[in-house]
């Protein structure tokens, strides 16, 4: 059974930038079955979703995060990771990795694993 | 992007009545909608996707209805483990995947 774990620190400067790593167990990211997502909640708002990438790299991201985030895969380790410069406040939120199992014009069956979350938070 | 509306806010109900969740599109979504199940400090879960197919191990208390822009999550016979907030999401238009506000399910 998949499983899917957050790391990378707690907290965070302003205007720096934000790294989180998602290590998957019990699946491969190099599956072509699956899309590899971050989607985040910041304390009393609701779930933002922020990007996701593919067993081959390609990505998709938020136009409202575009300018700032990268995704990237490291198959060898089975992990993939987000990127966030120049965060501010507004960036302060439970962050969470998912599987999103899709091929895309073909089928979407869903977010069907996530992690945890890790708390991170922005401030000096 | 599509603007999902999730109502109400917050929904009260007893343990072993019914819940009754709305979640609205924008504009059209087909069939592209899952429901999640939230509880602080956990993991999100998958309940629906396209709009009414349970994922795997979700009892069939849960069930999902609607096309197009209305969409409803009905808890039948709610236990003690369902009061959460709930999160309708539409997959139909990206970027990006966009979700509902939620609704917090509590103790009446």
């Known amino acids: 059974q998949a499983q899917l774990q957050e790391s990378g620190p707690g907290l965070v400067k302003p205007s720096q930038t934000l790294s989180l790593t998602c290590t998957v167990s019990g699946a491969s990211v190099s599956s072509g079955s699956y899309y590899w997502g971050w989607i985040r909640k910041p304390a009393g708002k609701g779930l933002e979703w922020i990007g996701r990438i593919s067993h081959s790299g390609s990505t998709n991201y938020n136009p409202s995060l575009r300018s700032r985030v990268t995704l990237s895969l490291d198959t060898s380790r089975d992990q993939f990771s987000l990127k966030l410069t120049s965060v501010t406040a507004a960036d302060t939120a439970v962050y969470f990795c998912?599987?999103?199992?899709?091929?895309?014009?073909?089928?979407?069956?869903?977010?069907?694993?996530w992690g945890q979350g890790i708390t991170v938070t922005v401030s000096s | 992007e599509i603007v999902m509306t999730q109502s109400p806010g917050t929904l009260s109900v007893s343990p072993g009545e019914t819940a009754t969740l709305s979640c609205r599109a924008s504009q059209s979504v087909r069939s592209n909608l899952a429901w999640y199940q939230h509880k602080p400090g956990q993991a999100p879960r998958l309940l629906i996707y396209g709009v009414s197919t349970r994922a795997t191990g979700i009892p069939a208390r849960f069930s999902g209805s609607g096309s197009g822009t209305e969409f409803t999550l009905t808890i039948n016979s709610l236990q003690s483990e369902d009061f959460a907030d709930y999160y309708c999401?539409?997959?139909?238009?990206?970027?990006?995947?966009?979700f509902g506000q939620g609704t917090k399910v509590e103790v009446k």
């Open positions: 998912a599987r999103e199992e899709a091929s895309p014009g073909l089928y979407n069956y869903g977010m069907d694993v």
């Open positions: 999401q539409q997959y139909y238009n990206w970027p990006p995947w966009t």
